[in-house]
């Protein structure tokens, strides 16, 4: 008895549950530039990388990165904003939480630091701006130097890293300024979909972690 379904009882239709995202055109934002900060990070070698990674896990354990996903409209379909790093690299804007950071604090502060005129990564008022939506997926890497898995892998006895990504609810209009060393591009969804040798397998796999949203375009 308890296993018998009804019609009355049936899953609601996938149309109904799906939740409404709000995208502006890519024409009411404003995008600047800035002078990067630092000069090192760009001129670490893959071996220094790993010996630092080691040595914060040593003394903090698990690294937690956060990321948004920031989406615009552009010819009538929606696309993800990234950062392009010497004209090669695609990544997502976020970073690293410091020990003991709240993601959602975490994440307006690395938003900020990316993204925002300043560049400062300690303004409050500045890191209020960014509406922070739900986490839309998560990804681990089980070693230092591993393709990152969108589940934790059963022989992982102590991952090394969390990568979480967060939607991002943008205003109507904003000014996005970056580090002159990096690019914002606007990408659409279908050219990053399963494109993971150019984007990486985290973003490419973005579209598939939409496919739960129903994109609400304002156009002017």
């Not at 009882?9 to 995208?23: D, H, L, N, T």
């Not at 956060?66 to 976020?94: A, C, K, T, Y």
């Not at 560049?119 to 230092?144: L, Y």
């Not at 990096?182 to 939409?210: E, F, R, T, W």
Request: aromatic fraction near 8%; proline fraction near 6%.
């Amino acid at each position: 008895m308890g296993l018998e379904m009804t019609e009355e009882a049936a899953a609601p239709s996938p149309a109904a549950a799906r939740v409404g995202v709000e995208i502006y055109p890519l024409c009411r934002y404003y995008f600047g530039a800035r002078d990067a900060a630092g000069g090192g990070a760009g001129r670490e070698t893959a071996a220094d990388r790993t010996l630092r990674l080691k040595a914060n896990f040593a003394a903090h354990g698990l690294r937690t990165s956060v990321h948004g996903v920031l989406m615009v409209e552009l010819f009538d379909h929606p696309h993800v904003l990234l950062l392009q790093v010497r004209n090669s690299s695609f990544l997502l804007p976020g970073g690293r939480l410091r020990p003991g950071e709240q993601d959602v604090q975490g994440l307006k502060r690395k938003l900020s630091s990316k993204l925002s005129a300043a560049g400062h990564q300690d303004d409050e008022d500045e890191d209020n701006e960014w509406q922070i939506g739900e986490c839309i997926g998560m990804w681990w890497r089980s070693e230092f130097d591993a393709a990152p898995f969108p589940y934790l892998l059963p022989n992982a006895r102590a991952p090394k890293e969390c990568i979480k990504l967060f939607l991002i609810k943008l205003p109507v209009s904003r000014q996005f300024v970056v580090p002159r060393n990096m690019k914002l591009l606007a990408v659409p969804l279908s050219q990053i979909h399963d494109n993971a040798q150019v984007y990486g397998s985290i973003i490419a796999g973005i579209p598939n972690l939409l496919s739960k949203f129903s994109f609400n375009i304002i156009s002017d």
